[in-house]
């Protein structure tokens, strides 16, 4: 079980039961003290979960309005929209089906980490007085449809992704709405035929979409919708910063923007260009509403994570939005043209990913022995070791039981060469303390 600002989570029947789902959601109602909207994707537990949470609330003396399945940037558009006082979404974002938990919202954002510390520190007893309950339809889609422009994309033709998840019932609207030709695949909901994460999948089904039927473009998705990756007109599956680095590109022309706040693992490419329209890039540490806290600081209204393809932009909802990402890109498409063009003038560099399973107490070890090791490195999130054209980041995770490196650097070779190094640097750290 995890608990952190991205979430609580777990596997359920193992680590993640009702008593504690109950438990938890009684002391965030106790801590928001007023209405609370509730959103499920669509794994076979979130029904469960859901009823869990409601009587939790319920039990806090909260008014809880249930969305019923829904994705995590439309939960948080209605918080936001009708000024509740919080939100609770029943997801796993892109974790495994096996897994599910909760996403907390404030205000129409994500929980910061003393907001969570503080409700970790009330009572859980049951209130003298119960809240009320009722449902409610999302008008998110027709929010997105409007910011984006109706028949705006006319002509477009695209291939959908869903992943069996809540976009499903959601995003091939939107496309239509906005003028493209679409075709869906993985459309059913509840039903995962591939890794639920799109960044982790190869993608293959949709890129022989794309290719067979001619498309402008693929689209997947994860459970919740907050994250999408890209297929080009070629094919090919984009390195998921590319997401980011457009979507944020194009904003800055078309608004005139010129700072942003990214997470420490995004592409030194998005600096570059930041650079070349003369603005600004502030960092956070991974996890979404780290990088909102930051934008909030800054009164900064673009941001995101690259390693997520994840684009945040305050004037529409304060989360990642993938179904927001890829119509964006799709207007791209159709006002500037195919995106194999598009992005051959974007800078290059070379990303490798890699996890290590591990504890979080043996993460935090691994880093601080890292750091003995260095001069000059950044803790913002884990450690950050750069240099000219390159660096490399090892972090622990917030959602599972791993420790995460990100390299990237100019050349394939030598990124490769980094991460091979820092892989055998770990791993005799992880075996003389198990000696």
């Keep these: 079980m995890i608990l952190s600002v991205s979430g609580f989570r777990g596997i359920v029947g ?29 794994r076979k537990s979130s029904i469960m979960i859901s009823k869990v949470v409601i009587a939790g609330l319920l039990n806090a003396n909260c008014n809880v309005i249930d969305f019923g399945i829904l994705s995590t940037p439309a939960l948080f558009k209605e918080v936001s929209r009708r000024g509740l006082e919080g939100g609770l979404m029943i997801t796993a974002s892109h974790n495994p089906p096996e897994w599910n938990g909760l996403k907390f919202i404030v205000k129409g954002r994500g929980i910061f980490e003393e907001e969570l510390n503080d409700i970790l520190k009330l009572n859980s007893n049951l209130s003298l007085k119960f809240g009320t309950y009722s449902k409610s339809s999302s ?10 422009g109706k028949d705006s994309c006319l002509g477009i033709k695209l291939s959908l992704d869903l992943g069996g998840g809540a976009g499903s019932l959601l995003i091939p609207k939107l496309f239509k709405e906005i003028g493209c030709n679409v075709l869906t695949i993985n459309d059913s909901p509840g039903i995962f ?21 001619g498309f402008n473009a693929g689209f997947a998705y994860d459970c919740d919708a907050d994250r999408v990756a890209i297929i080009d007109d070629k094919g090919r599956k984009l390195p998921a910063d590319f997401t980011l680095i457009l979507c944020l590109k194009y904003l800055m022309e078309k608004i005139g923007l010129r700072e942003v706040v990214v997470s420490v693992d995004t592409s030194m490419a998005l600096e570059d260009i930041v650079n070349e329209f003369g603005g600004k890039v502030y960092y956070s540490k991974v996890g979404e509403a780290n990088v909102v806290k930051e934008m909030m600081k800054r009164n900064c209204r673009l941001g995101g994570e690259g390693s997520s393809g994840g684009l945040i932009v305050s004037d529409f909802v304060m989360c990642r939005d993938g179904a927001l990402a890829s119509a964006l890109i799709s207007k791209m498409i159709k006002q500037e043209g195919q995106l194999s063009d598009l992005i051959k003038h974007l800078p290059h560099y070379h990303q490798i990913r890699n996890k290590i399973h591990c504890s979080k107490e043996d993460a935090e070890r691994i880093i601080s022995i890292l750091a003995q090791e260095h001069n000059d490195f950044d803790t913002k999130d884990g450690i950050k070791i750069k240099k000219k054209d390159s660096w490399i980041l090892i972090r622990p995770s917030r959602t599972e039981e791993l420790l995460r490196i990100s390299v990237e650097a100019k050349s394939k070779d030598t990124a490769e060469d980094i991460m091979g190094y820092y892989l055998r640097r770990i791993k005799s750290i992880m075996s003389d303390h198990n000696e």
């Design 139 to 148: 008008r998110y889609i027709y929010d997105l449809i409007s910011y984006i």
């Design 193 to 213: 035929s591939r890794i639920i994460d799109p960044i982790e999948d190869n993608l293959k089904y949709l890129s022989e979409m794309v290719l067979k039927n």
């Design 14 to 42: 193992l680590d993640l039961n009702p008593i504690e789902l109950m438990r938890i959601a009684k002391l965030f109602g106790n801590y928001i003290n007023g209405s609370c909207a509730i959103g499920r994707d669509t």
